[in-house]
């Protein structure tokens, strides 16, 4: 089988340095699946043209995330906000390839089930497991917000910028995970206590 198609990729050096192609052979018929993958380390690349040859190895399997999230809240009720703390993450899952993984924490907040806001941590690599981002978000919420839900989803990314979510927290009085929903419980309880907790990230 021969394709002979080209594709360009915009990268600085540094980028090149620490990126890798992932290239996944597919098919569609009767319906997607991925027969095998292979991965090319961009870090020897130079500046004449070459030609490579790699072996197709079959997909990896995906394993069981146990990642965990620290999170930090504290109701402000003076100023009808409520301070979230995105502080760090364990146990997170090291790539199985040469792609550099790093993570970040996208948090959405809904009332009712309609969505309200979203808001991002910057993007940080990983080391030994971990991450450190330390990094606050102000969103609003009264006393009245007993249908106020927060969504905090962690996602990986890899050196092709391709995000994959891990699993998520899901902070309110609705809550399904008994840990999130007592921390909630207790933040709004009790105005200006900063409430700090780890959580393990599902996918519920």
Known sequence: MVFMETFVF????EQLRSSALL??????TPRKRTLGECVLSLRALSLQETQHWL???PPCKPRVCHAELQLATCFQPVSSRIQLQ???????????SLLTQSFFVKVEMFSDGRFILKRKTKVVRSSGGQVQWGESMLLPITNQDHNLQLAVKLYSRGSIRRKHLLGQVLLGFESPSPEAKEQWKDSTSNPEKIVTAWH???HS
């Open 10 to 13: 915009s990268l600085s050096l």
């Open 55 to 57: 072996d197709i190895r």
């Open 86 to 96: 995105i502080l760090s993450a364990q146990n997170l899952p090291s790539s199985s």
């Open 200 to 202: 393990r990230v599902t």
């Open 23 to 28: 290239l996944r052979l597919q098919t569609h």
